[in-house]
């Protein structure tokens, strides 16, 4: 089984990092989502670690908007294993 998370990724730092097709080209011009298009502050990518999540978005595999990814999760029917305590409450 493999163990996947999701990451958060800022759009201005992802501009700040990656270029587009020209040198000179911000990578989400519009801060867009590559799936939908719409105007979003954060890309979202699940991965089994930051690094894989970073580079999937690096080569255009994955990043989608908070809306899109929803819509994946409900689509692949996807279900959440949670293994954190954190945010439970105390007894
Ligand atoms: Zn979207």
New binding site residues.
């Given amino acids: 089984m493999v163990q996947l998370k999701v990451f958060s990724f800022d759009m201005d730092e992802l501009n700040e990092e990656l270029e587009g097709p020209a040198s000179d080209e911000k990578r989400f011009p519009a801060n867009e ?6 105007e ?1 502050s954060e890309l979202y990518v699940y991965a089994e670690t930051q690094e894989q999540a970073h580079k999937l978005i690096e080569d255009n595999k994955a990043g ?6 929803a819509e994946m999760l409900v689509t692949k029917e996807l279900e959440f294993i949670v293994s954190s305590t954190k945010g439970k409450e105390k007894a």
């Fill in positions: 989502c590559p799936e939908c298009g719409w979003t989608k908007c908070g809306r899109c990814f």
